[in-house]
Structure formats: C-alpha cells, structure tokens
C-alpha cells in the first residue's frame, strides 16, 4: 500500500460513552490536508495517502473493537484500501491494523485505523499519522521498557515531528536502493542526505547476526520536522528477532535508539560528536546544506602492554614507557574520555581510591576517585553504551558488581550480584554491541560466565568453557582481531596467550617478561 495511491474511507463512531461526535465531511478535509501533505513530504511525493466520506455508526458500547466491527459491517466492497475510524473517545490514542495480505481491498482486507475524537479533531493530529504508519507496517522505535521513548520518531513518542526513521522510509519504497550505503570494513566518509535530497540517504552497519544491523539517517529543519533536538544523525539498531518472517519485517521488528540510558536525544549525532556502534567508530565531522559527513573507522584492535607491580613502570608494545603508580598498585587500561584510546587506570587497594590518567605518558592522576573498600577489584568499561569508559568494581566479600556511569565520586550507578568465591572479576563487549557487561572465570572449572545486560534486576548469564587457560595463570580480556567482540586470553611465564573466539584454544600468543601484570588497550588510532 505504501507506493501509489492509498485509498481510505473516513467513519465516525457513536459510542455508548456520549462523546463529541466528528463531522465526516470535516475529517476528509483534515485528512487530505496537513496528514496527507506530512505523508507526501516524507515520502518524496511516492505515496498519494487519499481521503473520502464514508459513514456513521453507533453502538450501545465503548469498547473501539466494536467500532471496528461495526464499520466493517456496514462498509460495502470498494476501491478504498482502508477503513480511517474516528471514535467520540477523548483523549489522543489510536489503533491500527496492516490488515490481511491475502486481499487488497477494504472491507475484506480488514485493514484500518482507529483514533480517539481529538486524533483528528485538535492540535494531536499526530496520532493519526502514527496510525496511519502502522498500516504501512511501520514499528515503534524504543529501548523500554516503554514503547514511546523515542522522541525523533512520530511511530514512538515524536509527537512533535512529523519525521520517522530512514528505515521506514526504505521499508515503505521511499528511499531508493542506490541512495543506501552498506559499510565495507575500510575507513571511509559518508555524505549522508535528508529527505528530499540526492545522495545517500541511509548508512548500513552490519550487526554480528543475520538480521541484526545499525542505520544512519540525516534530519535537517522542515515545516514537518521541527524538533531542533532531533536534527542531526540519528542512529538505531534493528534486530528482526522474531519466528515469523512476514511478521518481522513490518511491525514486529525491534528498533533501538543508540544512545545512553539517561539521554532522550544521545542518539542524535551532531557535528564534532563520535560513537562506537557494532564495533565501527563513527565521528561525525561536517555539515552542510543540511546533510552530514560521517568518518568511519573500522574497529582498531586491542594492543598489549605490561606494568611492573614493584617499579610501578609501564610498558606498552608500541615502545613507548613510562611510571605510574606505586608499589601493589592494581592496573587497568580503558578510554577514560571517549576519544578512542586506552589510558591507565590504578586502583589502590589501601585506600579505596581510583587514579585515572588521560594520556600514555609519566604523570600524576587527572582524575581521583574514592570508590571501593579494602579487599575490592577493578573493572571497567562503557557500561550504558555513550563511548566514554567508566569505572567499577567488584566486591568478592559479597560477589556483587558496583559500576558507575562517570568517572566521578558517587554511589553506585547499577549494582548487582555476580560470581560466586574464588572467581575472577573481567568486563567486555561480549557481542558486539557497543556495551561493556561483566563476567566472572572460575579457575576451578575454567568457565567464562558472562552477564548478558547490565539490567539490575535480572539478566541472564552465558556460560562458556575456556579449557585452555591453565591453573594460576592471569586472565584478561580484550577484542584482539579489532571485530567489536572481546574474547579472553591469559598470561603466564611471561608469555600472554590468546583466542579470537571465545572458548577457542589459546593459539596466538606475545612474550613479556616474568612477574608483570598484563594491561590491554587501543594505545593509539
């Protein structure tokens, strides 16, 4: 339906709740005006939504479904593709069906929408053109638990623009296949394009899974997309997780803003900002005639390095060296500041402090921290998926995880419990997704346990067996082929050994010297 011209015919509905009843003849001519207009815009003038009069209908009850069925009932066999209801429900809410794929024509196909009173009839029109989305097998787009958080998209909470997705608009037919960039694996700038222009107009990461990718648009300021907070590049996820694949490639795929937990727009990329998505580093680095440059860099593998646990000196596999920190101190590499590279970290088991330093050079800590007690164990890493690595740690006195979302005093962020005794605390990006999540080893059945989420609440854990690793030696973790997924490896005798596979053997290895802890990062880019 989302091509060509889309037929509707417009009913009113009398319920048993005596609200006010809408004017069909009014309703056409809102329909085919403001709503039909936004459709034509985001569509680039490729799908002519029409308008006519049908009817009224009253039931003696309050319930929409009535509605449905009523007008379905009285609707003869037309040349509409749809039935538009109008209820004298207040309040702005709506429902709609794609309708039947085996017929084309309404009633048959049982294709509508439904709004309440005010969905056409105020300043709302906005529901109806969510509706109106949703019959074109359009989904929400949400990270939850509500499915209305997403405040750039009129099929979630965007209520204040009329714009969608780019995915939408190339679901629907709207975006031709030559305007769509798929990403190759090499550095590249993407000139990426708003409605209406030439060019690319949508940017493709592939995910790990079949199914699973990340998509780019551009929005720029229009009389149907003026939510300044939304213009920009917009980043989201879909996964197609469901069995049925009809279903999954309309209304019940999932599509996820990219952004932090606490930033309604942190998915919206202006000039000078950078993120890290399914593993490919983007920065966006011009703008112009409303459209966005995009640099894309393919993901830069983790190096080695080692600290010397009495000098307190560093060394990295890139040459470069340098002291920092005092005896017993425990060391620890991530991007402290979101520029793509690692700096050290130390944690002071006598005090409870975290000394942070933003560059790879001898110094005192730019950032001090007091966070934990006596006995606990660093991590750290990009908790809430906004590219900034923050810090945590785990207590073994009660096997729990505290992680904090900025590297600054405070409590606790999320906290969870995790492991059990004996068990060694280690963080990653375990699949790809741009997310650090714990993990414990379990030196006496060597088994990586991975958090699946960071939810408090619950998460599932993925058990995996590392028979490789030896007894006494050090674990780590680190993403040693640059693909966006951490694996483990361990040092011993001063060689460290590692896999590009989880629970694969410990086939690739660096040598360094005995008794030096081993420290894992992106020295330089």
Not at 261 to 290: F, K, N, P, Q
Not at 292 to 307: L, T
Request: net charge negative.
């Amino acid at each position: 339906y989302s091509t060509g011209t889309d037929l509707w015919r417009v009913w009113v509905c009398d319920t048993a709740l005596d609200g006010t009843v809408g004017d069909v003849g009014a309703a056409v001519d809102i329909l085919n005006g403001e709503i039909a207009d936004a459709f034509d815009w985001m569509s680039e003038g490729a799908y002519d939504l029409q308008f006519e009069a049908g009817g009224t209908v009253t039931i003696l009850t309050e319930d929409g479904d009535d509605c449905v069925q009523a007008v379905l009932d009285a609707s003869a066999p037309s040349s509409a593709n749809g039935v538009f209801i109008i209820t004298d429900e207040p309040g702005w809410s709506g429902v709609s069906s794609p309708g039947f794929s085996t017929e084309d024509l309404s009633p048959g196909n049982r294709r509508y929408s439904l709004v309440t009173y005010n969905g056409v009839f105020s300043y709302s029109i906005a529901v109806s053109i969510h509706e109106l989305g949703h019959a074109i097998y359009w989904p929400h787009s949400f990270t939850g638990p509500s499915e209305y958080d997403n405040p750039i998209d009129i099929m979630s909470g965007g209520f204040g623009a009329y714009a969608t997705l780019g995915i939408n608009r190339y679901a629907a037919g709207w975006v031709d296949p030559g305007q769509v960039t798929v990403y190759d694996g090499t550095a590249a700038t993407v000139d990426l394009r708003p409605v209406g222009d030439p060019g690319t107009q949508l940017f493709v990461i592939p995910g790990e899974e079949t199914g699973d990718y990340f998509v780019l648009d551009a929005r720029a300021p229009h009389e149907y997309d003026s939510r300044a907070s939304a213009h920009g590049v917009t980043v989201h996820e879909v996964r197609h997780d469901c069995t049925s694949t009809f279903f999954c490639a309309g209304t019940q795929r999932d599509q996820i803003p990219q952004r932090p937990v606490d930033d309604s727009y942190g998915h919206v990329l202006t000039v000078g900002e950078t993120l890290l998505v399914g593993g490919v580093s983007l920065e966006i680095v011009g703008s112009a005639d409303g459209g966005y440059q995009i640099a894309v860099e393919p993901p830069v593998p983790d190096s080695f390095g080692m600290q010397n646990p009495i000098s307190g000196y560093w060394t990295l596999d890139d040459g470069r060296g340098f002291y920092y920190g005092i005896p017993n101190d425990v060391p620890m590499a991530c991007d402290w500041n979101g520029n793509g590279i690692s700096t050290p970290g130390l944690y002071r088991d006598t005090s409870g402090f975290l000394y942070l330093r933003q560059t790879n050079t001898f110094g005192i800590a730019d950032i001090s921290i007091y966070y934990g007690i006596p006995g606990d164990l660093p991590v750290c890493g990009d908790w809430n998926g906004n590219g900034i690595e923050t810090i945590g740690i785990y207590r073994p006195s009660d096997a729990t995880f505290y992680l904090r979302n900025t590297n600054t005093i405070g409590f606790a962020d999320v906290s969870f419990p995790f492991g059990a005794a004996g068990d060694i605390p280690l963080s990653g990006d375990w699949d790809g997704d741009g997310i650090s999540t714990p993990a414990v080893f379990r030196p006496g059945t060597n088994e990586l346990i991975i958090r699946d989420s960071n939810d408090p609440e619950w998460s599932p854990g993925t058990f995996i067996l590392e028979p490789s690793v030896p007894a006494g030696a050090t674990v780590f973790a680190g993403d040693f082929d640059g693909d966006g997924i951490d694996t483990i490896g361990y040092h011993l005798d001063g060689v460290s050994r590692y896999s590009n596979t989880l629970g694969g053997p410990k086939d690739s290895s660096h040598v360094w010297g005995n008794n030096h802890n081993p420290v894992i990062g992106v020295w330089a880019l």
